[in-house]
């Protein structure tokens, strides 16, 4: 088995790990189902890969993911710290007492779980007593799936795993209500690496050790603001001590993040530094860097078949984890060999396979785009015109469309596709009609990996109310809408048919150029205004100017031209 642990940073990473996570527990209870899709009890997927098998002092055994979770104090809501499988006294005050002076308690209510949260608490009490789950008590699911569309707050609302005590970390001193968290110099400031660091360093050992074969770390990072620079940290001490394992990262952000109100030239002038700094930084401590998160969700090709709130976190980040998960399915397929069932799944790989395939061959560009179908369509015929690969739409923002680049490489993850019978297609149908359909393309990518499998994306009961009314209850586009309202949930939409795929283009040449400008007119120009705000947040002139040049050699490796044009402007 080859371990992978993942990392989330950052508030919306924590959103879009909340569903990842809830995707992960949903498969293994359908796998476990006796009366569950046979669909389900044949994933041939190997879930410990993401989670590891524990045991309670009490004896009582626990799976939980290999997972850390760094946010804000104060942002996990109702739930503990500690989980609710670990129930020891590490909170409890000790009865010693050694100061003799007056004493002050300082006491906050506690915060009220949520309808779903509530419905959680309920089933594991009956579980408790009578060793089997009857059912939610009084609360419904529609009352749970309303309260959620409602009102979301923490990324802990809607999640329904059970994590480990070492897993969520919360940074001292660092509150939910800090305001103008914004920027790389904020998050500088607010964390010295050397105190809590280590501590945080200490829980990601943790479940490294325990890991017989580790492939690599998928880190979840918000680099929007201040987590940019704790993730910056974060990585460059694990480029230190696992100097040999694999980074894959994907750097998230909300649209809110996008729209922010910019009053003045020094406000967006810091922006800009700050996407130019953030981006250099972190990818300068990972293999392969995946951006993901467009200015406006809801009004991009991505969810044309979705009803998408822009504000709302827990709708944006559903999408973006939908995709992760995707995209990360292959990770944990089981190797199969000639005399091993391959009908289920096929193309597993590693982390390692991963980077090499998309950036350490050709061009050796690290930073890729995603695409997804969401759902995809059949894969015999047209959808509203386009081709199976015409559906695969970005999440990756500032791309060029429709690049002819010969050079390109691809990597494509398809699972749970329906057939033109209104079955779900076999691994070689897929494989067939996929590698037919990149025949007929005027222009072909110089490689393309292919992963496949029957299993589609299960929707729990806590994802968000986003199918349109041309989705049916297992993922079909339909031709006419199912009447009623506009949008449907967890209720309506039991699993989807997903595709979703990891592009080295050209493409990507936009997003890297913007930051290569925004550092050499800003940051590396003498006399800049801007010079004294990067020294602000620890960057020296010396530093910058490596920046830069690390920036032109991922623009000049896409298009030896480019570099001219960005300096002319």
């Known amino acids: 088995m080859r371990e992978v642990v993942t990392v989330q940073v950052g508030e919306f990473a924590n959103f879009v790990g909340s569903h990842f996570w809830n995707f992960q527990d949903e498969l293994i209870g359908l796998a476990a189902d006796p009366l569950g899709d046979a669909v389900f009890k044949h994933q041939h997927l190997n879930m410990d890969v993401l989670y590891r098998s524990g045991e309670t002092q009490q004896g009582v055994l626990t799976y939980t993911p290999r997972l850390v979770s760094v946010g804000f104090k104060g942002g996990l809501g109702s739930v503990s710290a500690r989980g609710t499988l670990y129930n020891d006294d590490a909170d409890t005050p000790s009865n010693i007492v050694t100061w003799r002076g007056n004493v002050a308690t300082q006491h906050t209510e506690s915060r009220k779980k949520n309808l779903f949260l509530q419905s959680l608490s309920e089933e594991e009490q009956e579980n408790v007593v009578s060793g089997q789950s009857s059912g939610r008590g009084e609360i419904e699911d529609k009352d749970i799936v309303e309260c959620l569309e409602k009102d979301v707050t923490f990324w802990t609302d809607f999640s329904k795993v059970h994590f480990h005590p070492q897993s969520l970390y919360q940074l001292n001193g660092l509150w939910m209500d800090v305001q103008e968290f914004d920027n790389y110099g904020i998050g500088k400031e607010s964390l010295s690496w050397g105190s809590q660091g280590e501590e945080i360093d200490e829980r990601l050992r943790f479940f490294v050790e325990e890991c017989d074969h580790i492939q690599g770390f998928q880190f979840i990072v918000d680099d929007s603001g201040g987590f940019s620079a704790i ?40 922006r800009n530094l700050h996407d130019a700094v953030s981006f250099a930084r972190l990818s300068s401590f990972c293999q392969l860097y995946v951006p993901v998160g467009l200015p406006s969700l809801s009004r991009s090709k991505a969810t044309t078949h979705l009803c998408i709130d822009d504000q709302k976190p827990y709708h944006c980040s559903a999408v973006y984890a939908a995709a992760l998960h995707s995209i990360g399915l292959p990770l944990r397929m089981e190797a199969h060999g000639a005399t091993t069932d391959s009908n289920y799944v096929s193309g597993a790989v590693h982390i390692n396979d991963l980077v090499r395939m998309l950036a350490g061959q050709g061009r050796q560009n690290m930073v890729a785009i995603l695409d997804v179908a969401m759902p995809a369509p059949s894969v ?41 019978g209104g079955d779900r297609a076999s691994v070689s149908e897929v494989k067939d009609e996929i590698c037919a359909a990149y025949e007929g393309e005027a222009v072909k990518p110089k490689h393309c990996h292919l992963s496949t499998a029957q299993c589609p994306l299960p929707i729990p009961l806590p994802f968000p109310s986003i199918f349109g009314n041309l989705i049916s209850q297992h993922g079909q586009l339909l031709t006419t809408p199912i009447s009623g309202a506009l949008s449907r949930g967890s209720l309506d939409v039991h699993s989807i048919p997903i595709a979703a795929r990891l592009r080295s283009s050209s493409a990507i040449l936009p997003f890297l150029e913007r930051r290569l400008t925004n550092l050499l007119r800003h940051g590396t120009v003498q006399g ?25 050699k991922m623009v000049l490796a896409l298009n030896p031209h480019s570099l001219s044009s960005s300096d002319s402007d």
């Not at 559906?391 to 429709?402: A, F, R, Y």
């Not at 800049?528 to 032109?552: H, K, N």
Request: hydrophobic fraction near 35%; charge should be negative.
């Open 380 to 420: 015999f015929g047209k959808h509203l015109g386009q081709s199976f690969l015409e559906n695969l739409q970005p999440l990756t923002p500032e791309v060029t469309e429709d690049a002819e680049d010969l050079q390109a490489l691809e990597y494509m993850a398809v699972h749970g596709v329906f057939g033109s």
């Open 231 to 270: 993730a910056g940290d974060f990585l460059e001490s694990v480029a230190d001590e696992y100097s040999n394992t694999p980074v894959l990262l994907y750097s998230v952000r909300s649209p809110s993040s996008s729209n922010m109100l910019r009053e003045n030239k020094k406000q967006i002038v810091s």
């Open 528 to 552: 800049s205004s801007a010079s004294p705000l990067l020294r602000s947040w620890g960057f020296g002139r010396e530093e910058v100017e490596d920046m830069g040049e690390s920036l032109s």
